[in-house]
């Protein structure tokens, strides 16, 4: 499992004003990607989607949430993972989330903000009227009314756009053939939090609200559910294994150790367990535990290529680079270079400053970038192994592309244009410096127009 810091442009906001552009930390990891694609894929053809263009994409975030904004992206919080008991919950989530993608929501969320800034203005104008007219307690009461009606178009907008959401996504359970069960737990833990938040679930409460309430949405669905032929079908049992797994790993992860193992004791000895562990004692540089963890999983299934990347990791990431090379060689030849596992491969290799490895980690490497190209820490290792042999033009480029998915605009506009100078006029790498280049800019362009004080944008 990785972490990555990625720039992100929201389009959702909780306020009139325009959403900012957020620093949003992302979880990548190959078996938990795999896993999210696999119960995603039936939705998604469900909803008339290409399944291939749906992303699922995991935020490093504890709250309970998920989101879309804009494209075919479906962003889930961890906290979600570690709130949700099975599958089936999670997919009834992205269901939900897809109904807002074929809903059109993100772009269609603009008409709801221009139908209360219209109501909003107007009470500002009609305010200021009662003023220049000397009425100024009315002026006064005339602008207030407005914000506050302002405030009910915009919020009685979203709770539509929410139910239209919960619809869609029933549907789409239903014509995959998956239980509504999931959704209505996790509504139904929603609605715990709540009560433990101490939110009202009666109508006047519900007026201020973005959703609608978790209450009325379990009433309304419960009835859509119950009637579904796939309303009694049986939780898979190999994908309860895989989420258990998941949920496991992202917990070995994310959480504090001492959280971990009190949740996955030593005394419990299933693949989960041993999973949350393993990461757990790797945190805390008890190498020996970690490998110890990591073992008894492989004496399970010795071929299970996420087991030998663990395995692998750990030896890498304790300063045993030569020692990582044989199970992570092997768990890119399992998963057919899965770029996120053959990314940390070619680190491996790079790892050793034995260069006899260079070559075999420039072939690793390229392959995962040409299938992945959104992966900051591949493009990084690239860029060293083309440094080491005096490539710098295409070390340049590596970095380059590396310093657009950081929002290092500036920089990597200065890096590809030192890469296009250096390259073979024409060429395959020429041609993807200038496109780096103008992508930089126009994503420089496009933060410069949302603040435009950052030091960067006078170079514009």
Partial sequence: ???????????????????????????????????LDEISRPLAEAAGLDAGNLDVVLINDSSINAFVAGGQIVYIHSGLIEAADNANEVQGVIAHEIGHITGGHVIRSAEGYAQANKISLLSMLAGVGAALAGAGEAAMGMIMAGQTAAMSQFLSF????????????????????????????????????????????????GFWRTHPLSGDRIA??????????????????????????????????VAKPAVTLRDYPPTVNTVPARYARAY?????????????????????????????????????????ADEALAPLREATRLTRSQPLIASMFGHALIATEDKTHFEEAEQVLRA?????????????????????????????????????????????????????????????????????????????????????????????
């Fill in 280 to 320: 757990a004692y790797h945190k805390n540089a008890e190498l020996d535990r970690a490998l110890a963890e990591a073992e008894q999983l492989l004496a399970q299934d010795p071929q299970d290529p996420y087991f030998l990347e663990l395995k692998g990791q750990i030896l890498l990431e304790s300063g045993r």
């Fill in 1 to 35: 499992m990785r972490f990555i810091t990625r720039l992100m442009a929201l389009l959702v906001a909780l306020s009139l004003g325009a959403a900012p552009a957020t620093a949003q930390s992302i979880l990548r990891d190959a078996e938990t990607e795999a896993f």
């Fill in 368 to 460: 995962a970038v040409g299938r992945d190209r959104y992966n900051p820490f591949a493009w990084y290792q690239l860029g060293v192994v083309y440094a080491a042999r005096g490539d710098m033009p295409r070390a340049r480029l590596a970095s380059a592309e590396q310093q657009v998915m950081n929002g290092d605009y500036l920089t990597a506009m200065r890096s590809a244009g030192a890469a296009e100078a250096g390259l073979p006029t024409g060429s395959v790498d020429w041609l993807r410096a200038q496109d780096v280049a103008l992508q930089a800019r126009a994503l420089l362009t496009q933060a410069c127009n949302r603040d435009d004080d950052q030091p960067a944008c006078k170079s514009l």
């Fill in 220 to 253: 309304k669905l419960r009835e859509v559910y119950e009637a579904d032929p796939a309303w009694d079908k049986p939780e898979d049992p190999a994908l309860k294994a895989r989420f258990e797994r998941v949920k496991a790993k992202l917990k070995g992860y």
């Fill in 158 to 205: 979203n709770r539509a756009q929410e139910a239209s959401a919960d619809a869609a996504g029933a549907k789409y359970l239903s014509d995959a053939g998956i239980s509504g069960k999931g959704s209505l737990a996790f509504f139904g833990k929603l609605l715990n939090q709540e009560f433990r938040l101490g939110i009202s679930q009666n109508d006047e409460a």
